[in-house]
């Protein structure tokens, strides 16, 4: 107890390594969109890290969530007029409690039954989009989406102001995240990953547990939807499409569920490499199916896991990954 309650007097280490890597990326990257990019798909990966990492949940339907983020604040900002950050706030609110019903549904469920209806309600959100056709643009996606207030004429400068506003929200939904999993939610989060049927037996309700897990990853996903609109100025169809949750959770796999930070881990080595190799070879795409079936057999805790293990051997003793200590 000693040794936990002193560790709380100091900066957390994962914290402070991600911070340190926000402010880097962009100067360090070939170009600030594509540091936007990353940090854009890292939210949205970080939903599926805390689903999978925290309680055990596989989600192949966070991609509906991005999605109603995406759409919600592009026609908040577009036809109401409505401020970024009131619709940033409103799309992300929006996205948790759209994930209570669905998730009232179908956290009732295990497995494979869970695994296919979050599949379902991914597929049903993208013909949704294409029925709203007036609201949505259908397939021509949501257009004439105002710029953010804060970003000026100055392309340059601009450039730089909206990925820090992006990052900062991204650290934002990090510390809400990493803060969650230290605490006691988190423990009987973890308890259920691990069994849920002896935390039924030690009096938990282990559904409104995971509900309530679910309603925040689908605010986090919602969230990087809402930060995918201001990026890039519309919302593509692509963005509720099911390659999205495919390609949120492949993020995540690769960087590692086992820390928040894996989230940022896996969303950078994927953009880059589709930035590196994409327009050299279009099947790319086997590089990472190739490196995923690896990460399962033999890496479980993705790149996150790796550089904690080599952390480990250079400074002599070993290093959590979750807590960085």
């Excluded at 309600?121 to 989009?129: H, L, V």
Aim: glycine fraction near 12%.
């Amino acid at each position: 107890m000693k040794d936990r309650i002193g560790h709380r007097r100091f900066p957390d280490l994962i914290t402070a390594l991600v911070a340190a890597t926000l402010l880097a990326l962009p100067f360090v990257l070939p170009s600030v969109t594509l540091a936007s990019e990353i940090i854009v798909y890292a939210t949205g990966a970080l939903s599926c890290a805390l689903l999978l990492g925290s309680v055990g949940l596989l989600s192949f339907g966070q991609g509906l969530y991005f999605g109603f983020g995406a759409y919600a604040s592009g026609i908040l900002l577009r036809d109401l007029a409505a401020g970024s950050g009131f619709s940033v706030i409103a799309a992300t609110i929006g996205g948790a409690l759209l994930a209570i019903p669905i998730g009232f549904l179908i956290v009732r469920r295990r497995g494979v039954y869970f695994v296919m209806l979050t599949f379902a309600f991914a597929q049903t959100g993208f013909f949704a989009m294409l029925a709203l056709n007036d609201y949505t643009g259908g397939e021509n996606g949501l257009s004439g989406v105002p710029r953010p207030e804060f970003v000026s004429d100055n392309v340059s400068a601009s450039a730089y102001v909206l990925y820090f506003v992006l990052a900062a929200l991204f650290l934002a939904a990090f510390l809400l995240v990493q803060r969650l999993r230290a605490s006691p939610l988190g423990s009987v989060l973890d308890a259920i990953r691990s069994n849920e049927g002896r935390a039924e037996a030690l009096g938990y309700s282990t559904r409104r547990y995971k509900l309530a897990a679910f309603a925040i990853a689908g605010g986090i996903a919602s969230l990087a939807g809402a930060m995918n609109t201001l990026f890039l100025g519309f919302v593509p169809p692509s963005a509720i499409d099911l390659e999205m949750s495919e390609r949120l959770l492949i993020m995540a796999l690769i960087g590692g569920v086992g820390s928040p930070a894996g989230a940022l881990l896996g969303a950078g080595f994927y953009v880059m490499l589709a930035d590196l190799i994409g327009h050299l070879w279009p099947r790319w795409l086997m590089i990472v199916a190739v490196l995923l079936i690896l990460i399962v057999l033999f890496l479980r805790d993705g790149l996150s896991g790796a550089v904690s293990q080599l952390a480990s051997r250079l400074t002599g003793r070993k290093i959590d990954a979750t807590t960085g200590h």
